[in-house]
């Protein structure tokens, strides 16, 4: 299943013709094996960017945008593996060929019959090997342009992993503080709607970081997947405007902020955002509804808090949540446990929050939120 490719070589230049169409390249011999660094440049001209390699490690990460086109899914992937442990590679190699051969041919069935001739998809896998260059050869073999990346997913790995360490510091950030139910996340919103640059890492990280954040209709990511997003949205701003953030902790959930990021947030520049109490209460069970909806769910996360607390405690919120007493429920979280909590962490970690805009919503409304986000965002005089 190898491949000979050629030497390394920068895409054509496929700027837009009148008309939509692109320069004739035929004197480019396709697959073309590129770099990462190479491949990263330009990452936003491919037509459609292939991830080979099976499901269960597509589910893990994968390079932004990319599709699951595995050429081995994770059942065939073991056998193939345990044949070459157990017997010898040539058994290994026969039963995998035919394997990948008819995946391959599958996905082009079902996916790629309507691609016309200057198609230009970029193929990876885990090292940039076998899988991938099957497919790419294959591809390239039809007429498409199909472009593999040399190392494959590992080497985009190692370039995240770099570009994390220095990316970060390139911003100059803006971090929206405020206590819990305050509005942080809907401010950032509002913000990107009016086009500011925004990196919502409770949205990436999908979880509201704290103990009853966990979103019920999205699983958290994995922490290379929560890596992988923050790079992809960094790469994309400009490091000329500002970038709103919300005042985080180092860790989302179950995933962790990288070490420059939060870094670079703690030193920046705040914004404090105020909202009257029973606004915050009002605003909770609207983003909490589904443990309003659903009292022993919300039970089984506040006995995270036992050891804090106390049972007795504990039981006495497990029976105002029971009753569906929850605005006096959600009143008391707030005055016993997080205010108290974000008292004695924004200050500690956030080394300009003395100096903090201070910035009062009107309350909850989208109004509101719109007459903050356009303070914010008009000119210093």
């Given at each position: ?190 913000l990107r709607e009016r086009g500011a640059q ?184």
């Amino acid at each position: 299943m190898s491949v000979n490719t050629p030497e390394h070589q920068a895409l054509p230049p496929l700027p837009a013709q009148p008309g939509g169409d692109r320069p004739q390249q035929s004197r480019v011999k396709y697959p073309l094996l590129l770099s990462c660094t190479e491949v990263l440049e330009q990452l936003d001209r491919f037509d459609a960017i292939i991830d080979a390699r099976s499901p269960g490690e597509f589910a893990e990460d994968h390079l932004p945008g990319a599709i699951n086109c595995p050429v081995l899914d994770d059942e065939q992937r073991q056998r193939v593996g345990t044949l070459y442990k157990q017997v010898n590679a040539f058994e290994a190699k026969k039963i995998g060929a035919a394997l990948v051969a008819r995946n391959i041919g599958n996905h082009i069935e079902t996916l790629f019959l309507d691609k016309p001739r200057d198609w230009t998809p970029l193929v990876y896998c885990w090292r940039g090997g076998n899988r991938s260059g099957s497919m790419a050869h294959v591809l390239a073999r039809i007429g498409w342009h199909a472009v593999q990346l040399d190392g494959g997913y590992k080497e985009f790995r190692r370039h995240v992993n770099a570009s994390l360490a220095t990316l970060p510091n390139q911003f100059d950030y803006r971090v929206v503080c405020g206590t819990t139910g305050s509005g942080k996340s809907r401010l950032l919103q509002t913000l990107r709607e009016r086009g500011a640059q925004v990196l919502d890492l409770e949205e990436l990280a999908a979880h509201r970081g704290s103990v009853l954040g966990h979103l019920p209709e999205a699983p958290q990511p994995s922490q290379k997947m929560f890596e992988s997003r923050i790079w992809e949205s960094l790469r994309r701003f400009d490091p000329g405007r500002e970038v709103y953030v919300e005042s985080e902790s180092k860790k989302v959930g179950d995933v962790r902020v990288p070490d420059a990021l939060m870094e670079a947030m703690r030193a920046a520049p705040c914004i404090a955002l105020e909202l009257s109490d029973p606004a915050r209460v009002e605003l909770l069970m609207a983003d909490y509804a589904h443990f309003v909806d659903s009292p022993a769910a919300l039970n089984r996360q506040l006995d995270c808090l036992t050891t804090l607390y106390g049972v007795v405690k504990i039981n006495r919120w497990h029976a105002m949540a029971t009753h569906g007493d929850m605005e006096a429920l959600v009143t008391e979280l707030l005055t016993d446990h997080y205010d108290p909590a974000y008292r004695r962490s924004i200050v500690r970690n956030f080394a300009q929050f003395g100096n903090a805009r201070t910035l009062t919503l009107a309350g909850f409304s989208d109004a509101a939120f719109a007459d903050a986000a356009t303070a914010l965002l008009a000119p210093i005089p």
